[in-house]
């Protein structure tokens, strides 16, 4: 089944189609007819389904969960059409994506943005405002809850010690063994927001239980959201500044999801399982994992998606923003900062 995004992608320019994000959940082929995408699902026994149909000028972006059977035309055309396509396994691993050739490319800011990295005293600023503005988002979900009765204050007051030793460090190492200590007693907090589940310690690759399959998989979706807004802009996604730049992989986009996770995420991950929207039936455990099925993983998306696109009054724009476009404005104040224009101020929730 194709899942349609009903919800509208943010914008800002007059007179363009609104975009939307589509998500195909089952294996199928896809082609490119005329100027539609045609997509023709397979079911669970292997019968081919009706087709769907996509108007190319909707589309903004693809998630595939299943198997996807697709040309180089196909490649072709959306890259022309600068749609990427984001590929999850079986086990909803990240696995990659397609992204358009970049439109936007700069030499000057590509060696500058290397240049910030190897200065150990700039990297390690900018990886300090990085974790300050994730901790105080982390903070701000705890005291969320504590207001309501959750008796978090001993555990806010833990990461506000682990806080304090930021700019005492040296090493970038060092930051991120208190980002360590800072995740460890914020994940704690869940065993007290979160109802009727439990989330036991943090474990991934595999996840051991439902807590920790969404929250693997919020990180995805997370990761995948950051990775495009990185690519609308003229950063370059394999050059981050907190976490160490590693083979096959966009570090950028963990450094940016740092400060995203607490508030699309976690929040989403908090509201699905309280609200009862997720039930232990939409999980399946097998070979020492446990993941979404289906109909589960179409719930997630739905909240995900509805929280990508809720809007705040940014106070500094003074207009409604989307949580989406904000991820692809923190891009482009790591720009400024980089190229020296205005010093980096990471989004600190105040709503």
């Known amino acids: 089944m194709l899942i349609m995004s009903e919800l509208i992608h943010v914008n800002t320019v007059q007179n363009q189609p609104m975009k939307k994000t589509y998500y195909l959940f089952n294996p199928g082929r896809l082609s490119r007819q005329d100027n539609t995408l045609k997509f023709e699902p397979v079911n669970e026994i292997g019968q081919n389904q009706k087709p769907r149909f996509l108007p190319v000028e909707h589309v903004d972006e693809l998630y595939a969960f299943g198997a996807l059977d697709a040309n180089s035309a196909l490649y072709n055309f959306l890259g022309k059409q600068q749609i990427p396509v984001h590929f999850f396994d079986y086990y909803e691993n990240y696995t990659g994506s397609f992204m358009p050739r970049e439109a936007l490319l700069s030499g000057k800011l590509l060696m500058t943005q290397a240049r910030h990295h190897?200065?150990?005293?700039?990297?390690?600023?900018?990886?300090?405002?990085?974790?300050?503005?994730?901790?105080?988002?982390?903070?701000?979900?705890?005291?969320?809850?504590?207001?309501?009765?959750?008796?978090?204050?001993?555990?806010?007051?833990?990461?506000?010690?682990?806080?304090?030793?930021?700019?005492?460090?040296?090493?970038?190492?060092?930051?991120?063994?208190?980002?360590?200590?800072?995740?460890?007693?914020?994940?704690?907090?869940?065993?007290?927001?979160?109802?009727?589940?439990?989330?036991?310690?943090?474990?991934?690759?595999?996840?051991?239980?439902?807590?920790?399959?969404?929250?693997?998989?919020?990180?995805?979706?997370?990761?995948?959201?950051?990775?495009?807004?990185?690519?609308?802009?003229?950063?370059?996604?394999?050059?981050?500044?907190?976490?160490?730049?590693?083979?096959?992989?966009?570090?950028?986009?963990?450094?940016?999801?740092?400060?995203?996770?607490?508030?699309?995420?976690?929040?989403?991950?908090?509201?699905?399982?309280?609200?009862?929207?997720?039930?232990?039936?939409?999980?399946?455990?097998?070979?020492?994992?446990?993941?979404?099925?289906?109909?589960?993983?179409?719930?997630?998306?739905?909240?995900?998606e509805t929280r990508l696109t809720e809007t705040i009054q940014h106070r500094t724009l003074n207009r409604s923003i989307s949580y989406k476009h904000l991820i692809k404005l923190e891009c482009y104040k790591l720009v400024k900062h980089i190229l020296e224009i205005e010093p980096y101020k990471p989004l600190k929730i105040w709503w």
């Open 118 to 304: 190897d200065n150990l005293p700039k990297r390690l600023e900018l990886a300090r405002l990085i974790l300050e503005g994730a901790v105080h988002n982390m903070i701000k979900n705890l005291k969320y809850y504590n207001r309501r009765g959750k008796d978090l204050q001993p555990i806010i007051e833990t990461i506000e010690q682990y806080q304090k030793n930021f700019q005492s460090v040296k090493a970038i190492d060092e930051l991120m063994g208190l980002e360590g200590n800072i995740r460890k007693a914020y994940y704690e907090a869940f065993e007290l927001i979160i109802n009727d589940f439990s989330l036991s310690g943090r474990s991934m690759r595999p996840p051991l239980n439902e807590v920790n399959a969404l929250i693997s998989f919020g990180n995805m979706m997370c990761y995948s959201q950051c990775l495009r807004a990185i690519h609308q802009t003229q950063l370059n996604p394999v050059i981050p500044f907190l976490h160490a730049p590693g083979e096959r992989r966009y570090s950028l986009s963990l450094d940016i999801a740092e400060i995203f996770k607490p508030i699309l995420v976690d929040r989403v991950i908090f509201k699905v399982l309280n609200k009862k929207m997720l039930l232990t039936g939409d999980f399946e455990n097998s070979l020492n994992r446990t993941m979404l099925k289906e109909k589960g993983k179409k719930t997630f998306v739905q909240a995900f």
